[in-house]
């Protein structure tokens, strides 16, 4: 049984990793623009089915891949700076709706460029065993935890410890106030959705070796994005990542001991709790005003 | 309404300047889930109606068949109300498609309520027909796939230790309803059940169970996407046993995104260009060359199914013609029920309840590339 | 004077129009069919806002939905209640499981109060979905067959058209109370600013939790209409995410602060997705309605009915 719960572990830690890249882009987006973009997992998606075929025709490697596609994810920066200027006057749910039309508007063009299969990128991967422990990884779970925890990591000290990224924090913060002191509110708002767009088309790159890509496969991305985002709460980078892991140690652990069918059950009574717990430590830090 | 009323009317004229003189048009109404959850076997299923009516308007010169195709977006009301509008504004004498029980119980509602028959594509669970509409026919039935999974199970593998894995959905239920009693009178040992939605992005803990479990085969009634990870997981974590899935394993599509790690996976289909009843080769290569041809891809059961509800209608229309009646839904739906013919995917008549009587799907096993049957041999 | 009680008595009068058309016969049924969807997600729309005027988002009312069309399923089809009280005993249940919000969520506000929401959708979700024996699990009630009205109302399509649009009339007169009448302003000011709302006096608990229970007994409603005209009930339909969303849409669309604003959105973008583009691009209609629901409200912000001055 101990065995066991290694591996639980293991593939918890995997499962939040996802969890947390495709979660990364939303929530850096929403900490600067408020915009509660529906498009994400269309974003994510397009991401995925560059990746997809990059590495299908040319027979790249996964680094290659992921660099193309998340520099051409930036194509979505434009898109997302313009509902967002114009959010700031109209609170989020003006936003909730553009993005939804978004949405919408990408399915349609993916099912008519990439046809409504199901894509998924198997690269060979490697699987080690920890025989003493009775553990095994794959090199793609490997490379899932540590492309999350290197970009919050890099996140991280980014915000903490250059001035480009204090800048960025008090933007996040308050806009006004930041303005007034003299940061250039603009320019940090464009390179929190230029880092939001780049995490996204990682994400999409890393998605489509652990997951399918299909046309109408946005929303799962994106209410998963949105769990996590929220739950952490606005501008709260490390926790997205904390808060991923739980999420997903709650789902695998419920599915194992008490059946998959508890799983939502249970991982949204935990939810609930938690946020009943510290209502309003959330309440003050995510004010949608 | 104006505009699409002058619209056919244009349609109906340039069609009338072609025509030879006395060809009759037939209408008949197509709902499929193009966009949305279901679309890749919806368009699949679109498809092989679409083929079925260009062919039939091409062998026969006087009698058009004026295909009107619908989108439901895989949401029940949508194909209610589109099936409303086939019927009443479109003037349908019969309507075809749907795929998924949920999206062909509403069209079957208002198709019996208008006295419109309806011949469904895929359709399964058996409380469908459970109140009879004489109005409601269809190609398929959940025992065509549960029946061949029990006695495969008992006569051929004899698994000791078999777990079941399904999708929270009304067909997956019933099939796994249906394998549980099958097999309790055997001497097979269901150690491991479990119910998942589908779309559930890990199922690592089921795995790790069977694992803990030692089981030697999964049944898995899940679904295409679902069996893409749940195929890719059974690797990571070195689960050896067998594996059969009767929904979504043999699609070309799977193979193309597995590779060769799909060799050895059993799956269900009622056709494939390799595997057609007696009797029909010619058929069945003639609709895999103009398929391909037509759409650019390999055609699939599903496809096929499609085809072949539409080739009852084109059929029962026919005789309609033939016998000197006029094409009217009430007559049209009498022709369909004494429907009695060869196809490539075997016999097709209907019971009372518009069930199909010889409905049965094969096991086959992918080996290099292809599938093979396993079951029925002979 | 004479002008403005016109004016006033014009709503009621239009609604008496639209409501009377149930009874003639000359109706194109798919026209009928569509209204009566349009008309039904109006009801949602505008039950859903009735909450929302209390200054939160709920994405979660697809529970209230959800417990409505079971509640009524299971009345109707396993204890063979009349049309009316399956009806009501569907909206209890979405009042019930309204009341345990108001027990937990009640303090939780902005982003914590819609992912709550959101994830408790599963909750109902995943107990009927389990509970095989009273609720038949995932597998859902099929063939429910709804017992004969004791009103002369049309039966069949048309019924379900006159059900729907009186409900539909309810709605509207209490969304209209909702934004202006006394306790309408009291929400107003819990809107702008719940603080200050709170200081002078507007019973800010007590108003939110009464729309909030207004709003899932009619969101009970109609998901118990929905369930007698689809004639079944299944826990990934009933309970989608779809029925969360859509209201939002639709009263967004249409305008928040308007009276009618859901109701027309709903109207509007129903008939035109269901009459005009699904039948004219059977493939593309998706990114059509995408394109104009971007485009309406790129330049009306507020909803369509913006340009009207809402009181």
Partial sequence: MVQGFGQIIVQALSLGSLYAILAIGFSLIFGSTRVLNLAHG??????????????????????????????????????????????????????????????????????AMFSSDYRILYSNSTIYNLTKLGLSISSIQLTII??????????????????????????????????????????????????????????????????????????????????????????????????????????????????????????????IIVLMGRGEEILNNSSGK | MGKSVIFSLIVIFLIGQVAF??????????????????????????????????EANLEEKNLYFNLIRRDDKSLPEDAMNQAQQLITREKVVALVGGYVDTLVGPIATVAGKHRVPYVASASLESRLTETINPFFFRISHINGIAHPIIYFLKEEVKPKRLALVYASTPGAMELSEKIRKGISEGSIFLVLEEKLRPGTPDFSPFLLKCRAYNVDFIVSAMFLPDHLILVKQMKELNVLAKYLGPWGIAYPTFIKEMGERAEGLLGMLAWSPTIFQRDSEEESSRFTKNYSQRFGTEPTSTAMHGYISAKVIIDSVRRVVKSGHPVRSDILADFIRNTDMISPMGRIAFDEKGDPKYYSQTIVQIQKGSFVKVYPIK | MNKSRLFKLLPPLVWLIILSLGWIHKIPESFLSVLTTAFLYGAMATAWNIHALSG???????????????????????????????LLAGACCAVIYALLWILSIDKLRHGSFVLATFVSVEIPRVIIENV??????????????????????????????????????????????????????????????????????????????????????FMGVCGGIYASII??????????LHFSAIPL????????????GPLLGAIILCSLDQLIMVPLFPEAHRAIYGISLFLTLWFLPKGILAWKKTG
């Fill in chain 3, 132 to 217: 095989e024996t009273i609720t038949n699990g995932s597998a859902g009630i099929m063939n429910i067959r709804v017992p004969n009205l004791p009103i002369p109302i049309p039966t069949g399509l048309q019924g379900w058209y006159v059900i729907t649009v009186a409900l539909t009339g309810i709605l509207l007169w209490l969304h209209h109370k909702a934004l202006f009448s006394r306790w309408g302003w009291g929400l107003k000011a819990i809107r702008d600013n719940e603080r200050a709302a709170l200081a002078v006096g507007v019973p800010v608990d007590f108003l939110r939790r009464l729309t909030l229970l207004l709003s899932s007994f």
């Fill in chain 2, 21 to 54: 003189c006395g060809q009759s048009i037939v209408s008949i109404g197509a709902i499929n889930p193009l966009t949305g959850k279901l679309a890749q076997h919806g368009i699949e299923v679109d498809q092989g109606i679409r083929l079925a009516i260009e």
């Fill in chain 3, 56 to 86: 939160v988002t709920s994405l979660g009312h697809a529970a209230f939905f959800g417990l409505g069309a079971y509640g009524f399923a299971l009345a109707i089809s396993k204890h063979g209640f009349p049309f009316w009280t399956g």
């Fill in chain 3, 249 to 260: 849409v639709f009263s967004l669309f249409g305008g928040k602060e308007n009276a009618w």
């Fill in chain 1, 146 to 271: 540590l492309s999350s925890l290197f970009t919050i990591i890099f996140l991280f000290v980014m915000f903490r410890k250059t001035m480009t990224g204090k800048a960025l924090r008090a933007t996040i913060h308050n806009d006004e106030a930041a303005l007034l002191s003299g940061i250039p509110v603009k320019q940090m708002r464009l390179l929190a959705i230029g880092l939001g767009c780049f995490a996204t088309g990682l994400a999409g790159s890393l998605y489509v070796r652990v997951s399918y890509v299909h046309p109408a496969g946005d929303i799962e991305i994106t209410l998963i994005a949105l769990l996590i985002t929220l739950f952490a709460g606005r501008g709260k980078i490390r926790r997205v990542l904390i808060n991923a892991w739980l999420f997903a140690l709650i789902e695998t652990i419920v599915s194992y001991w008490c059946g998959a069918k508890w799983r939502e059950l249970l991982s949204s009574l935990f939810i």
């Fill in chain 1, 42 to 111: 269309s974003f994510v998606i397009l991401a995925a089915y560059i990746a997809y075929f990059i590495e299908r025709y040319y027979s790249v490697g996964f680094i290659a891949s992921s660099i193309v596609s998340s520099i051409l994810s930036l194509i979505f920066l434009p898109v997302l700076e313009f509902i967002g200027s114009r959010t700031s006057t109209h609170k989020e749910s003006f936003s909730l709706i553009l993005t939804f039309g978004v949405a919408l508007v990408l399915q349609s063009f993916y099912s």
């Fill in chain 3, 231 to 240: 004639g079944f009930v299944e826990p990934s339909v009933v309970f989608g």
